[in-house]
C-alpha cells in the first residue's frame, strides 16, 4: 500500500510541474506575439515618437503604425518635420488636440502592432482594397475618401504632398 501511494504521489507531482511548464511556455508565446488582445499593456511597448492612438477631426485618411517598427518611426519624425504632427519628444493625443487648428492635413494614427483591435481594422480595411492580409504590412496608411492604400515611406510621403497642394 505504501509502494502505491508513494507511486501516485509522484505521478501527481510529475503532472504539476508538467503543468506548470506548459502554462510558462504558453504565456511566452503569447507575450512573443504583439498581435493579441491581451498585449495591449503601452508599458510593455518599445519607445516611439507617437503614444497610442491619435485622431483628429474630420481626418481625411488613417496610418496604421507598429509601435518599434523602424520604418514607421521614419515616417513619424518626417511627419513631424514637415509639420504634420506637433513638436515634442513625444506625440500623443494631448499634444495633438492643442496643436490641431495648425495641421495641414488631418489624420488619424492607429497602433496596430499591440492593439488587436486596431489591427483588425487594418485587416478590415486592407480587405475592402483587395489587399491579402499576407501583404499587409506598416506604415500602411487607409485613404478613405479615394478608396486607396499608401504602403511605406515613399507613398505616404506622397499621399502628404498630393494633400498640400
Known amino acids: 500500500m505504501k509502494k502505491f501511494i508513494y507511486g501516485l504521489a509522484i505521478v501527481i507531482l510529475i503532472l504539476i510541474v508538467g503543468i506548470l511548464i506548459y502554462r510558462s511556455s504558453k504565456d511566452k508565446t503569447s507575450a512573443d506575439k504583439p498581435n493579441t488582445a491581451a498585449a495591449t499593456n503601452t508599458e510593455a511597448q518599445p519607445a516611439s515618437l507617437v503614444v497610442?492612438?491619435?485622431?483628429?477631426?474630420d481626418a481625411v485618411a488613417t496610418i496604421y503604425?507598429?509601435?518599434?517598427?523602424?520604418?514607421?518611426?521614419?515616417?513619424?519624425?518626417?511627419?513631424?518635420?514637415?509639420?504634420?504632427?506637433?513638436?515634442?519628444?513625444?506625440?500623443?493625443?494631448?499634444?495633438?488636440?492643442s496643436w490641431i487648428s495648425n495641421a495641414?492635413?488631418?489624420?488619424?494614427?492607429?497602433?496596430?502592432?499591440?492593439?488587436?483591435?486596431n489591427s483588425a481594422e487594418l485587416t478590415a480595411n486592407a480587405t475592402k482594397l483587395?489587399?491579402?492580409s499576407?501583404?499587409?504590412?506598416?506604415?500602411?496608411?487607409?485613404?478613405?475618401?479615394?478608396?486607396?492604400s499608401y504602403v511605406g515611406e515613399t507613398d505616404i510621403k506622397t499621399f502628404?504632398?498630393?494633400?498640400?497642394?
Open 52 to 57: 497610442g492612438d491619435l485622431a483628429m477631426k
Open 65 to 97: 503604425y507598429g509601435n518599434g517598427c523602424p520604418h514607421c518611426t521614419t515616417v513619424e519624425k518626417w511627419l513631424q518635420e514637415s509639420e504634420y504632427l506637433p513638436d515634442g519628444s513625444k506625440i500623443d493625443q494631448a499634444s495633438v488636440d
Open 104 to 117: 495641414k492635413v488631418k489624420f488619424n494614427m492607429k497602433e496596430v502592432w499591440y492593439n488587436s483591435t
Open 130 to 132: 483587395g489587399i491579402t
Open 134 to 148: 499576407d501583404k499587409v504590412g506598416v506604415p500602411f496608411l487607409y485613404d478613405p475618401i479615394n478608396n486607396k
Open 160 to 165: 502628404f504632398a498630393s494633400q498640400t497642394k
